[in-house]
């Protein structure tokens, strides 16, 4: 654990994973402000998430859209971008809160990704304005991306148990794009999805078989955008994901302590001056 907490990495995987959550967060604005827009009008049914939540009016969802979408540009340029990677994981946290409709499980991995770009150095490279910025960050939420990446296929697989899933209806009823399985393949396709995520979960961890992992999860989210109907709702999905899987790919150090090496060399120097005891074997 001390490990995790004191090692460093180099600033670039977060840095586009900053990017990649800040191109995402555009299109899953526009869905949570459609949602809260439509309940603020009063024309559809409002379902509060807490009953301690605020009614959603006009102003509200036009202010806190806009707060959004300014906190998005900024964290894209990296320009006070842990102030912006913080109100961008408010606003949609805020949207969540005020009703049920605005709730998708891609919405709640942005709110978390955001959250902890917050917390890291992610805008030292890669920003606009260009500026030299540190050549090695902290690796902690470096490694809370990926432990969330591991939490989403875990979670996700341990769900689809079910029967419904695993007759593969549900994957009947949604397929309508550019791919469609046979009735007959498509419990088949159902459990090898189960199946990959497990997967993915742990083998990502994996150096041997990172490569390989990449690829099966590439294919796996390609795959939904070529299967499923409406797949334009997914892309930020699949960006947000991608964010996460460039943190398996930076390598990350240990600072040494001060005076180790040293300590080090003087254990392995030659104790010059003592005799050594004669083996009695």
Not at 84 to 100: E, K, M, P, R, V
Request: glycine share 6%.
């Amino acid at each position: 654990m001390r490990s995790i907490v004191t090692a460093e990495v180099r600033p670039h995987g977060l840095a586009i994973a900053r990017l990649l959550v800040a191109l995402a967060a555009f299109p899953l604005i526009l869905e949570w402000w459609y949602a809260l827009f439509r309940v603020a009008s009063g024309k559809y049914l409002a379902i509060k998430l807490v009953s301690w939540a605020p009614d959603p009016t006009p102003s509200m969802v036009q202010v806190l859209a806009s707060v959004a979408l300014i906190a998005a540009v900024l964290l894209l340029l990296g320009v006070f971008a842990r102030t912006a990677a913080a109100l961008t994981a408010a606003s949609a946290g805020l949207a969540l809160l005020l009703d049920q409709q605005t709730y998708s499980n891609h919405l709640v991995l942005f709110v978390c990704l955001a959250a902890l770009l917050a917390f890291s150095r992610c805008a030292e490279v890669l920003t606009f304005p260009r500026r030299n910025g540190l050549s090695s960050v902290p690796y902690w939420p470096v490694f809370l991306m990926k432990l969330q990446v591991s939490a989403v296929y875990g979670y996700t697989a341990s769900s689809k148990i079910n029967e419904q899933y695993l007759s593969g209806e549900v994957i009947g009823i949604h397929q309508d794009g550019i791919i469609e399985f046979p009735a007959a393949l498509l419990p088949i396709v159902a459990i090898a999805s189960i199946v990959a995520e497990y997967v993915l979960s742990i083998a990502l961890w994996i150096p041997r078989i990172r490569l390989a992992a990449t690829a099966l999860g590439a294919g796996l989210h390609g795959g939904i955008l070529l299967v499923f109907d409406y797949p334009i709702a997914l892309v930020p999905f699949a960006m947000l994901m991608a964010a996460g899987y460039v943190q398996f790919w930076t390598e990350y150090r240990v600072p040494t302590r001060p005076g180790a090496d040293e300590g080090a060399r003087n254990s392995e120097a030659p104790q010059r001056g003592r005799q050594i005891a004669p083996s009695t074997s």
